[in-house]
């Protein structure tokens, strides 16, 4: 096959395939299926490794998620910052620090779905799939900044800009020519777990509770609107 | 003043004879179901014991409920706001499923299945989570009627503060003593629960006071657990939603009472309306230990006061539910006699489930000898009875026996004047000095008398009615909700997608 039909599946194509899948069904899931939104804890059946399982993965995927949004959104604010090599080391050290964080996590989480008959039960297929994923991803992620160092500066004059022609409607993939098989294997995988989002439990995500820290201490809910 | 009204409850302990009735009934209709099976919204436990989850009262271990800070403000023990962010992931004082128990059955197939052999097939008991041969350790009323009484109820938390001569009466051979104490959800006026969940899935029903979870709001955020100090908000395993006593509000809607008070075969429980001044639940929440018996009292409101009755027009509250307010049973337990008493005050929940504290047995405690039955001293002295003072204190008055005193004098009081009035043994001089004693009048020992010993079932459950058409109305066309009423989840209620 040509590379070039190829390139414009995986990185056009399929990122619009699954944009669209996540838009749609979160918000279709949302309305039909509201009671299957949940982080679905099974910290009941088994409370010890679940904290050294749960917290680093969870305090390492949203340093690392948020790092990709900040450097996607304000890509010249992150090159401004990395002017500085100090502060480009810190930023560095501190992504890769959090990838691995976020890998010790998943590892940690599969061995304790793995080790407990109890909580076996309560893990189905969808989120094997989705740890797999997760797993792949992450170990990706980390190879890239190993591999590839300084990726918070040439995410911002390489992703940035690719992400941008996708979401603008007008997707220009020649940004990504002569990127490593590698970062490539990485974009696509984040689309395809973009796409799946919605058929799993990461859907918890969306409905993170922010109201609690403003509204009131009890809730009546009366008939009407009282 | 702000009046509103809440469906309150009142259990008479004397009367409870631990038969478990009232948590079958709830069982059966409410959490018969997969990942519900450790639930029980009502379970009845053996004082002194430790309970359902094991040692829920020990809030060291749970930090369930509110405390007072130094500068005076309310926080929740567990996962206050300050902590919910950091917590959210795991949430440290979540009790397991190893608190409550692991559900199990038998493995009944192995008695038809078993290959041929030398002896009799066994049904094993299998784990009702995995599926896997079960060793039990523990289950429902595992400390039933003081079972292992050196492991639970050597350890209740309620022991706090006895003597040693105490505890070891308590449970000495011949003369050891134990009383039941049912337990539902208390539909408390400042639940933690309600102010702990994240999601905002929890609520207090206005019109009722009946506390709820919304399902389909609920993501499993798991702080109502860790929260409620009575551990009366359960985690579904299966469905990852928590769960609670809903007072069975369906049957309520429809005038019917609760299922578990419905089949009371002791006839202990009692439900009625109670108005109470909502503008002044935060100030009575922080008043301290010492006072709040007190101060949760003076917040039910006298429903025959005009003003009273004014405030309430004023906040929609009906004509038909101030009547019934002021035939409710609960009210005059609790506000007019004063011989209920609130479980664990000092929660600080404001819990709307009172308990009528227990008087029997009526043998008194003496080191050598069983009291002579004459008739200076035919009922025990209070402070000489056999469940100490101190332990239903600890139970019924955040520590401090004045409310306890009373509501036991009063009901001793009652005893004289029936036993004067009907067996005639004793003098009436001395069964009216005794109802003066505690403050109690001829009448009012008649009236006690006769809800306690001779209600009858509109006597015990003055249920209001609940106008949820005119809700169904605001939401939609009554006829559309006549077609679709009673269908619930259009698919099963199944973990995640």
Known sequence: MDPRVLDQFLFIALPYVCLFTFFLMTIYRYRTEKFSYSS??????????????????????????????????????????????????????????FGLLTLIGLISIVMRR????????????????????????????ISIAVIYPWGSSWFATVLSPYLWSIFLLNPDISYLAGSPLLVRSHIVLAFLIIGFFPFTRLVHLLVVPNPYLWRKVQVVRWYGNK | MQVRSQVSMVFH????????????ACKNIWTDRKGAEYMWWNNVETKPGTGFPTKWEDQDKYKGGFELTDNGKLNIKSTSKT????????????????????????????????PEGPVQPTAKPISMIDGKDIDIQSGPNWDDD????????????????????????????????????PRICNHCLNPCCVASCPSGALYKRGEDGIVLIDQQRCRAWRSCVAACPYKKTYFNWFTGKSEKCILCFPRLETGQAPACFHSCVGRIRYLGVLLYDADRLEEVAKLPDEELVEGHRSLILDPFDPQVIAEARKNGISEAVLESAQNSPVYKFVKVWKIALPPHIEYRTLPMLFYVPPMSPVQASKPEDTIKHNSDNLFHDIDDSRVPMRFLANLFGAGHEGGVRYAL??????????????????????????????????????????????????????????????????????????????FGFVSGPARGL
């Open chain 1, 40 to 97: 679905l804890s099974s910290q009941f059946l088994e409370n010890k490794q679940h904290f050294w399982a749960v917290v680093p993965f969870h305090y390492g995927i949203l340093a690392v998620t948020l790092g990709h949004f900040i450097a996607f959104l304000v890509p010249r604010t992150v090159l401004a910052w990395n002017s500085h090599p100090l502060r480009l080391y810190i930023l560095e050290i501190s992504a890769l620090a």
């Open chain 1, 114 to 141: 793995g080790s407990f008959s109890k909580i076996r039960e309560v893990t189905t297929t969808t989120d094997w799939i989705l740890f797999a994923l997760l797993i792949v991803q992450t170990v990706f992620g």
């Open chain 2, 13 to 24: 302990l004397d009367k409870c004879i631990g038969c478990h009735t009232c948590s079958v």
């Open chain 2, 83 to 114: 902590k919910i962010i950091p917590n959210i992931f795991h949430n440290p004082h979540m009790p397991t499923m190893d608190d409550y128990y692991e559900p199990w059955t038998y493995d009944y197939q192995n008695l038809f299945n078993a």
């Open chain 2, 146 to 181: 003081l079972g292992g009484s050196p492991i639970y109820a050597e350890n209740d938390p309620n022991l706090k503060g006895l003597t040693e001569q105490q505890k070891h009466e308590l449970s000495a051979i011949e003369r050891l003593v134990f009383f039941y104490f």
């Open chain 2, 409 to 486: 004098s009063k009901q001793k009081a009652v005893r004289w004047h029936r036993r004067a009035e009907t067996v005639g043994d004793v003098d009436r001089e001395t069964a009216d000095r005794i109802l003066r004693e505690a403050n109690c009048s001829r009448e009012e020992a008649e009236a006690i008398y006769e809800l306690t010993t001779l209600c009858k079932f509109e006597d015990r459950f003055v249920i209001p009615p609940m106008h949820r058409e005119q809700a169904i109305e605001m939401m939609k066309d009554p006829y559309e909700h006549k077609k679709e009423v009673g």
